[in-house]
C-alpha cells in the first residue's frame, strides 16, 4: 500500500502538470488571438466639442475616460464615437447643449484613469463616464487590484461633487477570434472583474451599468454587424448599443445632481445587499447599480 506522503506527492505533481499544462495551452491561444485579431494604428476624429450649440442654456460639461471601447476605436467619424454619441443623445434628452472631453486611450488599463483624469478634469466636469476592464484581463491584472483601483477612482470624483458612471468589463469570452479554453478563461474573469467593479463603484457613490450580459446577447446574435474589421472591437453599431445602455444613467445621474437625489431609504422595495445587487447585474443585461453603504438598488434600463 503506498504511503500517504507519497501518494500526496503523487497527487501535487499531477495537479501542478496539469495546471502548468493549461496555462501553456491558454497561452499558445493567446498569441494565436493576437495575430488573428490583428491592430491597427488608425484612430477615430476627436469627438471633443459643443453638441447642441443652437441650444439655449449653460452647457452640461461630460468627461469619457477609459479604454479603446471608450475612445470608440475602429470607428471613422467622430459622431459614431461612444463620446459623440453621449453628446448627440443627451442633447436631445436633456435639451440642452453638451460640451464633451474625451481623455480615454486606446490600450489603458484602470491604473491609467488617474493619469486620465488629471488631464480632463480641467474640463470641470458635471460627470465622468468611464468604460474599462478589457485590458485588465488581458494584461492579466488581478481583479480585485482593478476593482481597489477603480474605487478610489471614483471615490475621489464623487468627493469633488462629480457623478460618475461606470460601464463594466465586457464578457470577453463572446470574441470570435479566442478558442478554447481561453474563451472559457476570458469570460470567467472578465465577469468576475465587471461584478467587482460593481460593488466598488456602487461603495464609492458611482453607478455601474452592466455591459457584458446585454452586449454578450446581442453580439452573439448578430456578430457580423456588431463587430468591427478587427473582430474584437465593437463596430459603430457596437458602440451605438453600448451607448444606448449607459445614456439613461447618465441621464439620471445629472437629473438627480441638479434636482437633488431621492432620499435613498424612501424606495426600500428595491434594496438588496450590494454583493447580491452586483450578482444580478452580472446575470441581468442592462442593469444599473446604485449603492450606498453595504446596500444597493438595481435599476432594469434595458433587457
Not at 452586483?278 to 434600463?301: D, I, L
Request: glycine share 12%.
Amino acid at each position: 500500500m503506498p504511503k500517504p506522503t507519497k501518494v500526496a506527492t503523487t497527487a501535487l505533481v499531477g495537479s501542478t502538470a496539469a495546471l502548468t499544462g493549461f496555462y501553456g495551452t491558454v497561452l499558445a491561444e493567446a498569441v494565436l488571438a493576437r495575430k488573428a485579431i490583428g491592430v491597427t494604428d488608425e484612430r477615430p476624429p476627436s469627438p471633443d466639442g459643443l453638441y447642441g450649440d443652437d441650444l439655449l442654456g449653460e452647457p452640461v460639461r461630460v468627461l469619457v475616460a477609459g479604454d479603446s471601447a471608450a475612445v470608440g476605436y475602429g470607428t471613422e467619424r467622430a459622431d459614431q464615437t461612444p463620446p459623440g454619441l453621449i453628446g448627440i443623445g443627451l442633447t436631445h434628452v436633456l435639451g440642452a447643449p453638451v460640451d464633451v472631453r474625451s481623455v480615454a486611450v486606446v490600450g489603458a488599463v484602470t491604473a491609467d484613469l488617474p493619469a486620465q483624469l488629471e488631464l480632463g478634469l480641467e474640463h470641470k466636469p458635471d460627470v465622468v463616464v468611464i468604460v474599462v476592464g478589457a485590458n485588465d484581463v488581458t494584461h492579466r491584472v488581478r481583479p480585485g487590484l482593478a476593482a481597489r483601483q477603480l474605487g478610489e477612482v471614483v471615490r475621489d470624483l464623487t468627493a469633488r461633487d462629480i457623478e460618475v458612471v461606470v460601464g463594466t468589463c465586457p464578457d470577453l469570452g463572446l470574441v470570435r477570434p479566442l478558442q478554447q479554453p481561453l474563451r472559457w478563461y476570458a469570460h470567467r474573469i472578465s465577469t468576475r472583474l465587471a461584478k467587482l467593479q460593481t460593488v466598488a463603484v456602487a461603495r464609492n457613490g458611482g453607478r455601474a451599468v452592466s455591459l457584458g450580459e446585454l452586449l454578450g446577447r446581442l453580439f452573439l446574435e448578430h456578430h457580423d454587424v456588431m463587430f468591427g474589421a478587427d473582430r474584437f472591437h465593437p463596430s459603430a453599431t457596437g458602440y451605438a448599443n453600448m451607448v444606448g445602455v449607459l445614456l439613461p444613467a447618465i441621464t439620471g445621474a445629472l437629473r438627480e445632481h441638479e434636482t437633488g437625489r431621492v432620499p435613498f431609504f424612501d424606495v426600500p422595495r428595491d434594496l438588496m445587499p450590494l454583493g447580491a445587487a452586483a450578482a444580478q447585474a452580472s446575470h441581468e443585461s442592462g442593469t444599473e447599480v446604485v449603492g450606498a453603504g453595504r446596500w444597493a438598488t438595481v435599476r432594469r434600463r434595458r433587457g
